[in-house]
């Protein structure tokens, strides 16, 4: 039976199997991509082999379980992924999580806010030169 987004399955704590086909896009065939996948609960990534790749969890990091009362399937899409650009993003939240737990008054909490400050604003020109070309 082929399910979509949006698809309900349960009971909660209940095992599912679900087989996913994915037809990757032309000229996608040189670009690394990436399933973007939420099913609002654990899941568990399975390879062709039988072997397990990847656990997921929609609370990751939380100690409080939040068990949906309607299991379904949230997000299922392929994207293109850029590692450029998940590199930035992971010196952006080191930036804000420095400046978290450093001292006020210290001298690297203000530094690391100055460098988040500065990555938001280029890209803030960076989109509206590119969102904005007809202007």
């Known amino acids: 039976m082929a399910v979509e987004v949006g698809f309900i ?3 909660t704590w209940s095992t599912h199997w679900f087989q996913v086909d994915i037809e990757i896009p032309k ?16 899941a568990l990534i399975w390879g062709l082999d039988g ?25 299922a899409e392929l994207r293109e992924y850029n590692t450029l650009v998940n590199e930035l ?3 952006f939240e080191l930036m ?3 400046s978290k ?3 006020k008054d210290a001298s690297r909490h ?9 990555m938001v ?15």
């Open 96 to 98: 804000l999580e420095i």
């Open 9 to 11: 399955f349960g009971p």
């Open 51 to 75: 072997r397990p790749i990847e656990g997921l969890s929609p609370d990751f990091g939380r100690t409080i379980i939040n068990i949906p009362s309607v299991p379904s399937i949230h997000l």
């Open 27 to 42: 000229g996608w065939d040189k670009k690394e991509s990436v399933l973007r996948l939420d099913v609002g609960c654990e």
């Open 121 to 135: 604003s280029f890209f803030a020109l960076i989109y509206s030169l590119h969102f904005n070309k007809d202007n």
């Open 110 to 118: 203000y530094e690391a806010l100055y460098i988040a400050n500065d």
């Open 101 to 103: 737990f450093l001292p």
């Open 89 to 91: 993003l992971i010196d």
